[in-house]
């Protein structure tokens, strides 16, 4: 699908990209790469979700949902890597979206005092874990958010038990500004949720 074909958006996000990963405005056939996805157990748990009371399996309305809800952010990119995808309704896609990432709490007019956001970021494919992925992908939106976009401070909050995530975020300059117990209930226990902040001044290349 060219880029013509992107899903309008009330801002235009740019395309960035360091030949492994691209982060790109959304696509209508990014449902279909996110439906084949699925839904990986210990990728999710890790956002909070442990699937309790839930049917099996990933249905395409949850994928519609998946991208009704990236939709709500105006400033929202598909990670992706230049290489064909799944086969979608004309053929391969053009790239591999691997999962999001987005900017939330921002408009089109960024008041002097108003210049902070929360970063929501997600890897849904368990093969390409462990490969620096999600870090090139905020090594690329941050110089956006933090030069053209002039962001002051990008804020988060992650479950304390994804180690992974908080090692990823503290390496770029995240400081840990609290920890909220007891957030998320999973398979019966709960977990507590740290609260991370970076701002201009510390982001780490």
Not at 3 to 22: C, E, H, Q
Not at 30 to 45: F, T
Not at 106 to 115: F, K, Q, S, Y
Not at 156 to 174: P, S
Request: glycine share 12%.
């Amino acid at each position: 699908m060219a880029d013509a074909d992107a899903i309008p958006a009330p801002m235009i996000v740019p395309t960035l990209g360091d030949g492994v990963v691209i982060l790109r405005p959304l696509r209508l056939d990014d449902v279909v790469a996110r439906l084949a996805l699925g839904r990986d157990p210990e990728i999710h748990r890790l956002m909070g979700w442990d699937g309790s009371g839930a049917p099996a399996g990933y249905t395409q309305a949850d994928a519609d949902l998946w991208m009704a809800d990236q939709l709500k952010f105006p400033y929202s990119w598909a990670i992706a890597l230049p290489e064909p995808g799944v086969k979608g309704p004309d053929g391969p896609l053009p790239d591999r979206m691997i999962g999001s990432v987005r900017l939330g709490g921002l408009n089109d007019a960024l008041a002097p005092g108003l210049r902070t956001a929360s970063l929501g970021i997600g890897l849904l494919d368990p093969g390409v874990l462990d490969r620096g992925l999600g870090m090139r992908a905020m090594r690329l939106l941050f110089p956006y958010a933090f030069g053209p976009l002039g962001l002051h401070r990008i804020g988060l909050r992650v479950l304390a038990i994804n180690t992974r995530a908080v090692h990823c975020y503290e390496k770029l300059g995240f400081q840990i500004e609290g920890r909220e117990r007891q957030t998320y209930s999973l398979l019966g226990q709960w977990h507590d949720s740290l609260v991370m902040g970076l701002l201009a001044q510390e982001y780490r290349v």
